[in-house]
C-alpha cells in the first residue's frame, strides 16, 4: 500500500503519516544489544515500505552512525530529522538517568556538524532542541542565534523543537519554530490542545510515544498507561482490533498529526504498524466516545491556556 502522506505544516515536506524513530537503534546500556545485521535490515525495510520520515538524536548511541552507514546512500528517499543541545563527546547516561544537554552555541554548532559527519549527508531535514528548554535557555548563550544560522547556511532545512508543557506555549508563541515534537496517544492526551494550538500557527507536528510503547498488553500490567487503559474499559469498542493497533489508530486520527515516529528493530513489528495504519482512522462515532472514557480515566487534555 502506498503510505498517506500529510504536509509537514509550513515547511511544506510531504511525510509519511508513520515515521520511524531510530531510539531503538542506540544500543547498550541504555537500549537492548542491536546487531549491525539487525540495525541494516530494519532502516532498509522502513525505506522499502514507503515510510520516508526518520527521526533520531546525537544522544542515541550508535543511531546516527548507523543511519550514515546503512542508508547514507539512499539519503534522496526520506527526511532526516535530528536534535541539538545533547552533550557532544558524552557518553550514553546509564539505564534511569538523562543525558546532559548544553544549550550553548558552540555546543549546538558541534552537534550539528557532527550529525551530519556521522549520517553522511550536507545536511539535515529538521533540527530540533532536545529536552524541551525553556526560551530564556535558548536564548541566554545564543543556541537559538546558532541554529538558525545553521538553517541560514543551508545546513539545517527547518528548526524544530521537542517539547512539553509548559514551556511549550512559550515556544509556539515566538513563531520561530517550524516543526514540534511532542508526546501523545490515546493514553497520553495532555498534549492535546497544545498540538491543536501549534497546528494552527502552521507548525509540523510530529508525535512521539503515539504507539505508547507498544500499548497495554497481559505482560505489561504495570504502570500508569496500563493503569489508565483498565480504567478506561475500552474492550467492547476494539471490535477485532488489538490495543496496540486501537492506539496507533487513535494516534493517526488526530487530524493535527503530521506523522508519529514509531520505534522497532523487528520487520514484524513494522509490518504491524503498517496494517494497523492500513486500516485507516478510527470511526468517528467510535473515537469520540473512546475520548470520553479515557477522559473519565485520567487520560484528557489539559488545558492548554492555563
Not at 120 to 130: E, G, S
Request: net charge negative; charged share 25%; with cysteine.
Amino acid at each position: 500500500m502506498a503510505i498517506p502522506k500529510r504536509e509537514l505544516g509550513r515547511t511544506g515536506l510531504p511525510v509519511t503519516v508513520l515515521g520511524y524513530g531510530a531510539m531503538e537503534l542506540r544500543g547498550a546500556p541504555r537500549g537492548r544489544d542491536v546487531t549491525e545485521a539487525q540495525a541494516e535490515t530494519i532502516l532498509n525495510a522502513v525505506l522499502d515500505a514507503g515510510i520516508n520520515y526518520i527521526d533520531t538524536s546525537i544522544d542515541y548511541g550508535l543511531s546516527e552512525e548507523r543511519i550514515g552507514r546503512y542508508i547514507g546512500h539512499r539519503r534522496p528517499e526520506f527526511y532526516l530529522a535530528s536534535k541539538c543541545g545533547c552533550l557532544v563527546g558524552a557518553a550514553q547516561a546509564p539505564p534511569g538517568q538523562r543525558n546532559a544537554h548544553v544549550f550553548t552555541r558552540e555546543n549546538i554548532v558541534s552537534g550539528v556538524e557532527q550529525s551530519l559527519a556521522r549520517m553522511k549527508t550536507d545536511y539535515l531535514d529538521v533540527v530540533q532542541f532536545h529536552a524541551s528548554p525553556s526560551r530564556e535557555t535558548l536564548e541566554e548563550h545564543g543556541a537559538l542565534d546558532a541554529l538558525l544560522e545553521l538553517k541560514e547556511a543551508g545546513k539545517v532545512r527547518f528548526v524544530g523543537i521537542s517539547a512539553t508543557l509548559p514551556h511549550l506555549l512559550d515556544h509556539i508563541a515566538t513563531g520561530v519554530f517550524d516543526v514540534f515534537q511532542i508526546p501523545y496517544s490515546a493514553v497520553e492526551r495532555e498534549h492535546e490542545e497544545a498540538i491543536a494550538a501549534a497546528a494552527e500557527a502552521g507548525a509540523g507536528i510530529v508525535v512521539r510515544g503515539g504507539a505508547a510503547k507498544g500499548g497495554p498488553s497481559e505482560e505489561k500490567r504495570s504502570g500508569w498507561q496500563w493503569d489508565r487503559w483498565r480504567r478506561a474499559q475500552l474492550d467492547d469498542l476494539l471490535k477485532g482490533m488489538s490495543p496496540m493497533e486501537f492506539i496507533l489508530r487513535f494516534t493517526f486520527t488526530n487530524p493535527d498529526l503530521d506523522t508519529t515516529i514509531v520505534g522497532t528493530v523487528n520487520p514484524a513489528h513494522l509490518q504491524t504498524n503498517l496494517d494497523a495504519l492500513e486500516h485507516g482512522p478510527l470511526p468517528s462515532g467510535l473515537y469520540d466516545e473512546a475520548k470520553r472514557r479515557l477522559a473519565a480515566a485520567g487520560s484528557a487534555p489539559r488545558n492548554a491556556r492555563q
